[in-house]
Structure formats: C-alpha cells, structure tokens
C-alpha cells in the first residue's frame, strides 16, 4: 500500500542554519505529494505541495522537489529562523484520494 | 477561508462511556472528511474516510463498531468513540476537502484531546 517514511528527529538547528529533512514515498500510479506544518498548539497547514514528477513546491522559504526516480520530496530551507520551530509532516495523497502521512520530524531552531 | 473546526478540543471521560467529537467545515461544503489519530511520537493515522451521505471507509485495522463515524451533512462530521478504554487516549484530528472539481486540498481541524480514565 501506500506509505510515506519520514526523517526521524527530533532536529535542533541554529538560526540561519541550513536545513533538510528527508521523505521517500512508496505508492501506486502517480501520487501527489505535500508538506505540512504543526506549530505548537496549532492544527496542521499545508507548507507546500508537488502534483508531478519534477514539479518544485515552494513557501515561506521551503522548496522540495518530487523526485519520481528516487521516490523522494526531501524537504529544504537555506536559512531557518526561530520561527520555523514546529513539526513538520511530509505526506502523499493516494489514488483514492486518501493522505497518507510520514511520522512527523520536530524542528527546533536555536537564537 | 476553508476554516474546520472540531468540539470539543479537550474531553475526559471514564472507561466504559462513549464520546463524540463533531468536526464542522465553517465557510465551505466539504463532500469528504478525514479522520486522524496522532500518537504521542507524532505519526499520523488515517482512521476513516467519512462521505457524505453514505457509510465510512475505514482502514485496515480500525474497528468500524467502536469508531463510529457519521457525515450527517456538507458541513458536519462526526466520530462517536463507543465503550472508550485508556488504550483510546490519544489526540484525533479530522480534516475536510472543498466539494469544488479538482480541489482536493484537505483543510485540518485543530485537533481533540481525549483522555480516558
């Protein structure tokens, strides 16, 4: 079935520090592919997303590439901030339109 | 907009009692809605696919009879947890996807709490 693995945490970072966190998919036909956010005490908001290969999704900094040959979405940020500090899900949206999420990476950026 | 709202944020209940948590889509029509269990380690689990008007799709190892889900309207969602244990503590979100052709975006509730004494 389709499955999403997340890179472990949790990460702590210094500001302006660069960051990447890894997520690999496994899934039939052609998924689309996204990355979530969950700040402290929040519910989860769509970061950004990639609906086909090679597309690049990109906000508030963040980039990831759907990589459909490697099977990746690696998410990256050249400069994190304080604010920045969250849980971070990557996640792919199945042919039956169902979303299937990685186990979440913490992110913590230190002044 | 495309605001979802869940009540209650926080409940706790005794062993043995049932609770429902209603997930409301507020400025849109959602034709379907998500059900989530966060464990403590974060991961996220899809429960249930609840459409409205006809019964939910549950995932492979979610009991149907103790996690019951009704889509009652476009804007209203909700999952009854029966005869609730310990075990059912956990943090559950749903989330809503517009009826519009081709939007599948899901919009997250903020979350309920439940604690099962």
């Known amino acids: 079935g389709d499955s999403v693995t997340q890179m472990e945490g949790p990460v702590t970072l210094s500001e302006e520090a660069f960051l990447t966190i890894n997520c690999t998919y496994t899934?039939?036909?052609?998924?689309?592919l996204f990355w979530y956010v969950q700040y402290p005490g929040e519910g989860l908001q769509l970061l950004l997303k990639?609906?086909?290969?090679?597309d690049k999704g990109s906000n508030k900094g963040f980039e990831a590439t759907y990589r459909k040959e490697t099977t990746s979405f690696h998410l990256e940020k050249g400069s994190v901030q304080v604010s920045d500090s969250a849980v971070y899900f990557c996640?792919?949206?199945?042919?039956?339109?169902?979303?299937?999420f990685g186990t979440g990476t913490s992110l913590t950026v230190i002044p | 907009g495309a605001v979802v709202s869940q009540h209650p944020s926080w409940v706790i209940c005794k062993s043995g009692t049932s609770v429902k948590i209603e997930c409301r889509s507020l400025?849109?029509?959602?034709?379907?809605m998500f059900w989530y269990r966060q464990f403590p380690k974060q991961s996220l689990m899809l429960m249930a696919t609840?459409?409205?008007?006809?019964?939910?799709?549950?995932e492979q190892g979610v009991e149907k009879d103790k996690f019951l889900i009704n889509h009652a309207s476009l804007t209203l969602s909700t999952l009854t947890v029966t005869s609730a244990h310990p075990e059912d503590s956990s943090f559950y979100i749903c989330?809503?996807?517009?009826?519009?052709?081709?939007?599948?975006?899901?919009?997250f509730g903020p979350g309920t709490r439940l604690t099962v004494t």
């Open positions: 989330s809503a996807v517009p009826g519009l052709a081709g939007d599948y975006e899901q919009y």
């Open positions: 990639a609906t086909k290969a090679d």
């Open positions: 996640a792919l949206r199945g042919t039956g339109n169902q979303f299937y």
């Open positions: 609840s459409n409205e008007g006809s019964k939910a799709t549950y």
């Open positions: 400025d849109f029509q959602a034709t379907t």
């Open positions: 899934a039939t036909g052609y998924p689309s």
